[in-house]
């Protein structure tokens, strides 16, 4: 274990630079989801290329792929028993509508009292730059004493669509011990803290046939099937009185929660209140035998996330719709994977839609669900490199969103991922104001300096 | 009773100029829900109240509303003891689009084999002329034995919003013995038939309040309320199992069928293959233990007509949404009223909404249900009237839509309708490529010059 100290101090003195640095980075209008802003992606990758030149990282490469290109660096100088790390991070951001509502320009940062906003901030250059400071901190001091490999990705904020066939594409180039992921938070300024699981995905549309065409609700209502009528029962049969997912098979899969699993999440400042706040909401709900942490963490759920059908404008209509519409997904837990929910919802619509409509279900997203050995060395380095930091002990929190590439890595690569980033609840991620809490930008850079430093080499 | 042979053979003579005048009347486009037509609706109420006084009716006015006006005039001609008939129709027209559509524009009438194809010819323009050409016959000849007002609006198809109103301050003006509401059907071109019930409605826009905004559906799946997953369990328990409504009281006041109703309804030519064939659907559905017709026509419903929630483009978003929307309507038969079925589901929202949701509903449109007595004169008048014409004894129909008219002149007026009209099933009423059946328009114009000199006087 190498001592940390004087990369430390040599970070505290480049504390400068380093604001200079991600605000020169958070210039770059990198919106991956807007064709006009194509060569703002290019200019983002190349800024991510050539930081990591500057801090001597060979083979860096701006990789194309069927999006936007993919940045890869490697740092191969530690002996051979030093693990070897994959940095994961994205370098383009969410759109930045409604523009209206953001009180400075979001691609000029700006800093009001601790925090600094822009767009990206938070989600994710900030984490980027922290991560690039820290190594650069230790390549200039103490030396960094294992391998890293770097895969800055362009198109994370709509669903890393050619990311896997990348990764399956540069599998031997990307052969690590372990995934580092740095798109990732804390729970509170004051609350140092790990993810050890996050939540899978399968998204599913779908789409109820009745008549032909739409008709007049008057002369048919009655007499013929409704699809708006149907698609409702089918949603309300999804689940129980107790909120438990009908779908046949659906919790099959799913492993248990042990009661030290429970006892962690028990622990955690993420209250009712807590959620409530965060979800301005009135009341929670829910799986009957869960508190709102597990709920919302570590169980698995079914939300319909959109539904249309017929008339939608103002006033009345009287149309008796031939179509009707949801979109359905549902969070995953280990151990159950994607395809077999969409086998599950397609027995339950075998078994539940009525004979006198059509109806076709779409899977539309998946990823796996993930969950981390807490007991794993880089988990515990990093669980003592937050606390150092922090000066108090790391949580271990559980999250309820989905990180697809986390389930790629696994899936392509065998390998585990360690979410580590310092990112706030309250940063208006994908929303106006987004903001980096400057505090945590600085302990994240001291955090990963240790945590480099200290892994078991 | 006058002989009607004189004006039957002068209407024969007439057919050719009959024909014109629907042809001009229908040049006109007349279209109410658009603004740009305006000028349009004041040609086709002039053209109305011209033709109302070229027939020698007296205080013939162009009367404004809010809305388009409305054309009136009077024929009190006839002796103290004969009936006073208010007849009802509309000059107005629905929409055109798609036109891409239509086989010949939509207002240049054209004539293909026995159909003249032009928007407005069946739905209702064609009726309101076969009522001028029929009157005109027994004016030229036998004589009119009945006193005449016309009432024919311009936003029959917006839903008649200004008439309500119409009705309330001209009440005197409009007292008669009944209302003939020529804007009907009958079954097919060989089926002689008169309308003798129609379905009310009340229609529901319900509102689902969630968290204050759309969450993250990964973040806070499972412990958050999902407004659009209550709005499908309230829609969908709006049912049970026999397909009967479940809105508390909902039957109450519903009037049984009588066998002889029954009996009625099962000799009419409406089999489910009819019905089938009629909505383009390949599966008919509904209340346990009643055939299709009565289902459609002479039994309460309750329809979707409008889903909205969330995220509803192409792909995926997880998104939790913080609103969902549904359009309930219902048709209600004698004696529902609208006022009662809100209050209905008020309760019934009450009852099930969960208290983890804010909810509204608005009552957006109300019409009464309506029937009218087979045994009354001029139901019997004009059932020989038909039989007479086409060859064949009439049918007696009940219709599942809504006449918002024959609701009003109920309440306000405490008249009935009589509704005799001449269209057809298939004549694509607001759709594209409209028509009207010309031997239907020729054996309306007889049908009425039967019943109007027919009449008890």
């Known amino acids: 274990m190498h001592d940390p100290q004087s990369a430390l101090d040599y970070a505290r003195q480049q504390r400068g630079e380093a604001l200079e640095d991600l605000k020169e980075f958070l210039r770059i209008p990198s919106i991956s989801t807007l064709p006009e802003h194509k060569p703002d992606l290019v200019r983002a990758a190349t800024w991510v290329a050539d930081a990591l030149r500057g801090l001597g990282l060979k083979a860096v490469e701006v990789l194309p792929t069927a999006g936007h290109p993919v940045v890869y660096g490697e740092w191969l100088q530690a002996k051979d028993s030093a693990p070897t790390v994959l940095v994961y991070g994205h370098y383009d951001v969410q759109p930045v509508d409604p523009l209206n ?42 030396g960094l004493p294992l391998n890293l490999k770097f895969m800055i990705e362009g ?59 739409d008709l007049h609700s008057g002369i048919f ?30 919790y099959d899969q799913v492993r248990a929660l042990t009661e030290g699993d429970r006892a962690d999440l028990a622990e955690l400042p993420q209250g009712d209140d807590w959620w409530m706040k965060q979800a301005a909401t009135k009341a929670l709900a829910g799986e009957a035998g869960f508190t709102a942490t597990e709920r919302a963490t570590s169980r698995p759920t079914l939300d319909v996330n959109g539904l249309l059908s017929g008339f939608t404008g ?66 515990r380095t990093a669980a003592v ?33 360690l979410m580590l980033g310092f990112g706030l609840p309250d940063d208006n991620l994908h929303a106006p104001n987004e903001k980096f809490h400057l505090p945590n930008f600085y302990r994240g850079i001291d955090t990963l300096i240790r945590f480099l430093a200290a892994l078991p080499t």
């Not at 075998?350 to 988990?379: F, H, K, M, N, Y």
Request: contains cysteine; charged residues 20%.
């Open 314 to 379: 103002v006033g009345s209509k009287t149309v008796l719709p031939a179509k009707a519409m949801a979109k359905v997904s549902t969070r995953l837990v280990p151990d159950q994977r994607p395809e077999q929910v969409h086998e599950s919802l397609l027995e339950y619509m075998r078994r539940s839609a009525p004979p006198t409509v059509d109806w076709e279900v779409d899977l539309l997203a998946a990823a796996l669900p993930s969950v981390i050995d807490r007991s794993g060395a880089e988990v």
């Open 221 to 250: 209502g009655g007499a013929v099937e409704n699809p708006a009528n149907v698609l409702a029962r089918l949603i309300a049969g999804m689940h129980d009185q107790a909120g438990r997912v009908t779908l046949p098979g659906f």
């Open 101 to 142: 509502l953001w009180k400075s320009p979001p691609f000029e940062p700006a800093i009001r009292g601790e925090d600094l906003f822009a767009r990206g901030a938070s989600d994710m250059k900030g984490q980027i730059v922290a991560q690039l400071k820290a190594m650069e901190a230790l390549v200039k001091t103490a």
């Open 385 to 417: 490199a937050l606390e150092t930091v922090w000066g108090k002990p790391a949580v271990y929190k559980r999250e309820g969103g989905t990180v697809p590439v986390v389930g790629m890595m696994q899936e392509a690569l065998g390998i585990k991922s």
């Open 155 to 213: 198109e994370e904020e709509i669903g890393s669509p050619s990311l896997a066939a990348f990764i399956k594409q540069h599998r031997s180039k990307l052969s690590c011990d372990f995934c580092l992921n740095l798109d990732s938070g804390v729970l509170g300024p004051d609350i140092p803290s790990l993810t050890t699981a996050l939540r899978g995905l399968a998204y599913f549309e779908i789409r109820i046939q009745g008549p032909a065409g």
